[in-house]
């Protein structure tokens, strides 16, 4: 039987859903809309089988066109991103990270990471996290002044430290990372270089932003941002680090892996692999300058000063409204962005003083940079009348006619 007939609830839910991603601008940086191609194999028979293991060395039996499906992951992943060895089995950001660590790392050893006000992610050593409950996390930050990253600042801290690992590569630094940097940083204290490239991955796998596999021992990143696939994850990095790699993911610390997920990543790297993913990849951030510098020219702060990335930061202070306001505010408008914290933020991280705005679902939509200077606008007008209910249902009206031109998925419905 169908959903429809099955589960009417989850049924009629789901399509609500559906309608209100169709209605609604996605600005959350971390959000995009995947092709019909990886819904359906997200969604296909391989749902069905139990694969511990790895190709070929399963703990189960018939696996032969799992593993097929696997090794083409694999295979994909590794020339997508010019690496030796890559591993398609971690289901999640965090967990890939929770994978490397265990992979280079003891528990009890010491690594740095950027702070979480600063762009960090919570795996990079927050002390609410496993990061920082099972290992020794010191935070470096960005620079004050220039709200930059400072690599000499990093290296005399990493001198003073003696790290066993360095993370580099976050989820809200607008800025490009430079992993050469990094590289002499790390090897100057017999370090271990770890990017996590979850945010990017898109734009490196586009050419648009600098990749870390020629620095990197390991590197770390989501599959369903700016690489539009299923949501998952993968670990990557030099051919001699394979086997303590794969150790780290099976069986450190998952057990079987969700083989309809990894044909979804097979096909999004395939996807990437196209002439039009390098045009996609180009306009991300052809749209998120142009949105950040419309957002400047109304009046906004950003921090850095500018993007060179998918990703900006709007610093709300001089507004005199948090970031949880301004998102309540731009929501009920149809705009969906999420607060976020900037560096050196006195508010809670529930409140915070920034918003984060990310352009990789509108590209999708296949919107450009005079629909970038449109939504710049309607953020500046709801963000200075937060309580205006009427602006608010204004631009909500502006926001679905902008969408009604940009359809996701054709016109199909669900």
Known sequence: MKLKETDSAIYG??????????????????????????????????TNKYAEGYPGKRYYAGNQYIDQIEELAIERAKKLFNVGHANVQPHSGS????????????????????????????????????????FRAVAYGVDKETEALDYDAIKKQAIEEKPKLIICGYTAYPLMIDFKAFREICDEV??????????????????????????????????????????????????ENGKKIDKGVFPGTQGGPLEHVIAAKAVCFHE????????????????????????????????????????????????????????????????????????FDTRSPFVTSGLRLGTPALTTRGMKEDEMKHIARMIVKVIENPNDSELKLKVRSEVEELCGKFPIYGDVSY
């Open 190 to 239: 017999g370090a271990v270089m770890m990017a996590d490239i979850s945010h990017f991955a898109g734009l490196v796998a586009g050419g648009v932003y600098n990749s870390p596999a020629p620095y990197a021992d390991v590197i770390t990143s989501t599959t369903h941002k700016t690489l539009r696939g299923p949501r998952g994850a993968i670990i990557l990095g030099p051919e």
């Open 95 to 134: 967990s890939a990270n929770i994978a490397a660590f265990f992979s280079f790392l003891e528990p009890g050893d010491k690594f740095m990471g950027l702070e979480l006000p600063h762009g960090g992610h919570l795996t990079h050593g927050s002390p609410v996290n496993f990061s920082g409950k099972w």
């Open 272 to 343: 990437a692999m196209q002439p039009e993913f390098k045009e996609y990849a180009t306009q991300i951030v052809k749209n998120a300058k142009v949105l950040a510098e419309e957002l400047v020219s109304l009046g906004l702060r950003l921090v850095a000063g500018k993007t060179n990335t998918h990703v900006l930061l709007v610093d709300l202070n001089q507004k005199g409204i948090t970031g949880k306001d301004a998102q309540a505010a731009l929501e009920e408008a149809g705009i969906i962005t999420n607060r976020n914290t900037i560096p």
């Open 13 to 46: 839910l789901l399509r609500e859903e559906f309608d209100y991603q169709k209605s609604t601008l996605r600005l959350i940086a971390s959000e995009n809309y995947t092709s019909k191609a990886v819904m359906e194999a997200t969604g296909s028979v391989a």
